[in-house]
């Protein structure tokens, strides 16, 4: 997109347009899960979840629970947190869940999406060039 395309952000803008440019948090998205030939739903993640994800993350102890913590946690449809479904799968840990019921590819990619939907991992902010 080059500059003279692009138009600047103004005080007025965000007053007239509050609803266009105002975060919103109540934010889902449908995905499709191929393997299962399913969708599933997911949540915008808060920004607490987001860090403590990251986090997790740069733990070297705990790296590889990063992304089933944010599946866990932001997936509304199925609801992973039913207890009834815990039971049927035997986990010993909630998060548990993640794992049996999804490949590691594919908690990795909805977990991104997740990051996506709370802004982390689009790209969608970038200098402008003079």
Do not use: H
């Not at 003279?4 to 007025?12: G, Y």
């Not at 946690?73 to 986990?91: C, F, I, R, S, W």
């Amino acid at each position: 997109m080059s500059k003279k395309t692009i138009k600047r952000l103004s005080v007025t803008d965000l007053i007239k347009e509050k609803e266009k440019y105002q975060v919103k948090d109540d934010v889902t998205e449908e995905v499709l899960v191929e393997r299962l030939g399913v969708d599933v739903v997911l949540r915008k993640p808060e920004k607490s979840l987001c860090v403590d994800t990251m986090k997790m993350a740069r733990d070297e102890n705990n790296d590889t629970d990063a992304d089933t913590y944010m599946v866990y946690n932001t997936m509304v449809e199925p609801n992973l947190k039913d207890a009834e479904l815990q039971k049927a799968y035997g986990v010993t840990l909630p998060t548990d869940i993640v794992v049996k019921i999804f490949d590691p590819g594919e908690i990795e990619q909805l977990s991104g999406i997740a990051f996506e939907l709370a802004g982390y991992k689009k790209g969608g902010v970038k200098a402008i060039k003079n």
